[in-house]
């Protein structure tokens, strides 16, 4: 449906290296950048759908990137730069959806009425001839856009998550390690709010279950979701896989009757097009067409509970809500931890330092028993 493949193996497996969380957000924002851009000859061309698909997935991804590692960008740059990359997303969505639109038509089954055969090669006609339209809308706007100045921009933003101000402090090194940790004690909150509508469905209404705009919602939370969790499960020793894997199969099945949707919609604007236009034989075989279409997104829709229940059950046991906690921004508490960190050697060195009458009265006593030797009555070890 729409030939959708997974993206996985055009991105690249990253490490976290040496405790450096920074590191690992820019790392992964420039990954992603990278997939973007490697794909934007392909998508310009047009023989390959899949490049502007797999474009438009990585400036999602990157958007999801950038404001889950938000805490170590400037937040007024960040919006900026949100923006840039959402417009690239909206560029690349109707081309994308007319790609889909004809693929669908394309590997649907007319029947041997010569009415809905005749009706499905006039459609597909149709389509091509809107998607090359919509593919030259999305050219220009790209000469607008200046993608390699754009490339540049965001190379140059991703990279600014790992500058530090200089800082020869000794707990220098320390305040990575404790970065990572203050972000990971918030990725679980994090999470918790991005799951949360994906659970809500489970107690939606049967009614709502087959709603279209309800699937496509759920859809999109499942996506952003999932790419929280790719993004994150290198930092949690893979443990995400499993939700990922039943993510994606759920997203399948909901993209499919998205897919479907959205083309039988169009079928139908077309369809009265055609009526008003007093070619009957023409809008009977689009009827036909959207009634079998119709058929194939019911079909699917008795897949959609299970498969949410399995996704639902692995969520509850990685992230139980009765764990929830308040958010925290990684790099406030990690100041707050180094600053708690250096009071406890300041006050350290300070006992350690003979520089007041209490410390020069225990230092001269000291100096004087190491002469004399200890006061009467003391134990004296040989």
């Given at each position: 449906m729409g030939n959708r493949r997974n993206m996985?193996?055009?991105r690249t497996a990253l490490t976290l290296k040496n405790n450096d969380i920074r590191r690992f957000a820019s790392d992964s924002a420039l990954n992603f950048i990278r997939v973007m851009f490697e794909n934007a000859d392909g998508a310009k061309e047009g023989e390959d759908i899949e490049h502007l698909h797999d474009m438009r997935?990585?400036?999602?991804?990157?958007?999801?990137?950038?404001?889950?590692?938000?805490?170590?960008?400037?937040?007024?740059?960040?919006?900026?730069?949100?923006?840039?990359?959402?417009?690239?997303?909206?560029?690349?969505?109707?081309?994308?959806?007319?790609?889909v639109n004809v693929s669908v038509l394309e590997t649907y089954k007319p029947k041997r009425s010569p009415v809905v055969q005749t009706t499905h090669e006039?459609?597909?006609?149709?389509?091509?001839?809107?998607?090359?339209?919509?593919?030259?809308?999305?050219l220009k706007a790209f000469d607008k856009l200046d993608l390699k100045l754009l490339e540049s921009d965001l190379t140059r933003f991703a990279q600014t998550a790992i500058s530090r101000s200089p800082n020869s402090h000794l707990l220098a090194d320390a305040r990575q390690d404790l970065e990572l940790e203050a972000f990971l004690d918030q990725t679980t909150h994090v999470l918790q709010e991005k799951i949360a509508p994906i659970l809500a469905f489970g107690s939606s209404p049967a009614s709502q279950i087959s709603d279209d705009d309800v699937l496509h919602r759920l859809r999109i939370n499942i996506k952003k979701s999932r790419y929280c969790f790719e993004i994150l499960n290198p930092l949690h020793a893979g443990r995400f896989e499993k939700a990922i894997e039943l993510a994606k199969q759920l997203q399948e099945i909901l993209g499919k009757i998205h897919d479907l949707a959205v083309l039988t919609g169009r079928l139908n604007t077309h369809r009265i097009h055609l009526m008003e236009k007093t070619r009957s034989h023409l809008a009977r075989g689009c009827q036909e067409i959207v009634a079998d279409l119709g058929k194939l997104k019911q079909s699917l829709l008795p897949q959609v509970e299970p498969a949410h229940k399995r996704l639902v059950d692995e969520l509850g046991q990685l992230l139980p809500l009765e764990s929830q906690s308040a958010a925290v921004d990684p790099t406030e508490m990690a100041m707050e931890k180094s600053s708690q960190e250096a009071s406890k050697v300041e006050r350290r060195d300070e006992n350690l330092r003979p520089d007041r009458p209490s410390d020069l009265l225990s230092s001269t006593q000291s100096e004087d028993q190491a002469t004399t030797g200890p006061k009467s009555g003391a134990a004296r070890s040989f």
């Open positions: 996985k193996d055009t997935v990585a400036s999602r991804r990157l958007r999801e990137c950038f404001q889950l590692f938000g805490s170590f960008y400037a937040t007024k740059k960040t919006e900026k730069i949100l923006a840039r990359v959402k417009k690239v997303t909206r560029i690349l969505g109707i081309p994308r959806e007319m790609d006039y459609l597909l006609e149709i389509f091509e001839f809107e998607q090359a339209r919509y593919r030259k809308k999305m």
